[in-house]
């Protein structure tokens, strides 16, 4: 039996979807789940806060577990696996029946020249460039592979995903921290892009951050995302 928070089946239950959508729609789909949950839209006292903060943190769980699958078979859990390319392993298969078919004319000849002679000492340099432009290709596209950074590792915040943090560990007393009367492109410089960005309100996952005036007038710093502050709320 799968474990919590790789309980894929649950997973899908909740995003409503089917194992075999698109990376974007079950982005798309998680992220709509997550704002669902905000724990300061779905204020109804600490007993539900509670249990919309366990909800919450097991659906990151489970999604952080889909992720991880994906990078590691290019799929989604569930999902048919992709179908492989032939049109490169026919190539390969006809560059193959070449270079045999060289061996067996040059074998063939012994120590008569044939008219077929000439074509197939000329047909060998050509499987043999081709060959080396195979190889040559496969090695730029692995380096340009290794170069390319992986879209699903960049900093959660940017994508609109929350962070899936281990440990709370409250900002050391002398870093910057947030303030009232701050202006955004301070609040940018210690905090971040946000997640999600209004007129008078940045969410950093289910944390945020409100604006009057393009000055700070309060926050909320959710456990599962802390804000760079030394409080959940500022001082009354």
Same mark, same amino acid.
């Given at each position: 039996?799968?474990?919590?928070? &790789?309980?894929?089946?649950?997973?899908? @239950?909740?995003?409503?979807?089917?194992?075999?959508?698109?990376?974007a729609?079950?982005?798309?789909?998680?992220?709509?789940?997550?704002s669902?949950w905000? +724990?300061?839209?779905?204020?109804?006292?600490?007993?539900?806060?509670?249990?919309?903060?366990?909800?919450?943190?097991?659906?990151?769980?489970? =999604?952080? !577990?889909?992720?991880?699958?994906?990078?590691?078979?290019?799929?989604?859990p569930?999902?048919?696996?992709?179908?492989?390319a032939?049109?490169?392993?026919?190539?390969?298969?006809?560059?193959?029946?070449?270079?045999?078919?060289?061996?067996?004319?040059?074998?063939?000849?012994?120590?008569?020249?044939?008219?077929?002679?000439?074509?197939?000492?000329?047909?060998?340099?050509?499987?043999?460039?081709?060959?080396?432009?195979?190889?040559?290709?496969?090695?730029?596209?692995?380096?340009?592979?290794a170069?390319?950074?992986?879209?699903?590792?960049?900093d959660?915040?940017?994508?609109g995903?929350?962070e899936?943090?281990a440990?709370?560990v409250?900002? !050391?007393?002398?870093?910057?921290?947030?303030?009232?009367?701050?202006?955004?492109?301070?609040? &940018?410089?210690?905090? @971040?892009?946000p997640?999600l960005?209004? !007129?008078?309100?940045?969410? =950093?996952? +289910?944390s945020?951050v409100?604006?009057?005036?393009?000055?700070?007038?309060d926050?909320?710093s959710?456990?599962?995302? &802390?804000l760079?502050?030394?409080?959940?709320?500022? +001082?009354?």
């Amino acid at each position: 039996m799968l474990a919590d928070e &790789t309980d894929f089946i649950d997973l899908y @239950g909740k995003l409503r979807l089917e194992p075999d959508c698109s990376l974007a729609e079950f982005k798309q789909a998680y992220r709509r789940h997550v704002s669902a949950w905000h +724990p300061d839209r779905r204020s109804r006292g600490e007993r539900a806060d509670a249990l919309a903060a366990r909800r919450l943190q097991r659906l990151m769980a489970q =999604y952080s !577990a889909a992720m991880d699958f994906h990078r590691q078979h290019g799929r989604l859990p569930g999902a048919p696996p992709p179908k492989p390319a032939s049109s490169c392993g026919s190539a390969l298969a006809r560059d193959s029946e070449a270079s045999q078919e060289n061996v067996a004319v040059n074998r063939g000849a012994g120590s008569v020249e044939s008219s077929a002679s000439p074509i197939a000492r000329k047909r060998a340099p050509t499987s043999e460039r081709r060959w080396l432009l195979v190889a040559g290709l496969v090695v730029v596209g692995l380096g340009v592979w290794a170069l390319v950074p992986d879209p699903d590792r960049v900093d959660p915040s940017v994508e609109g995903v929350p962070e899936v943090v281990a440990d709370v560990v409250a900002p !050391a007393a002398d870093a910057a921290s947030l303030a009232i009367g701050m202006k955004d492109n301070e609040v &940018t410089a210690i905090e @971040g892009e946000p997640t999600l960005r209004s !007129a008078d309100r940045w969410e =950093y996952g +289910p944390s945020w951050v409100r604006f009057e005036g393009g000055s700070v007038v309060d926050w909320y710093s959710s456990p599962l995302r &802390t804000l760079h502050v030394r409080s959940s709320h500022p +001082p009354r």
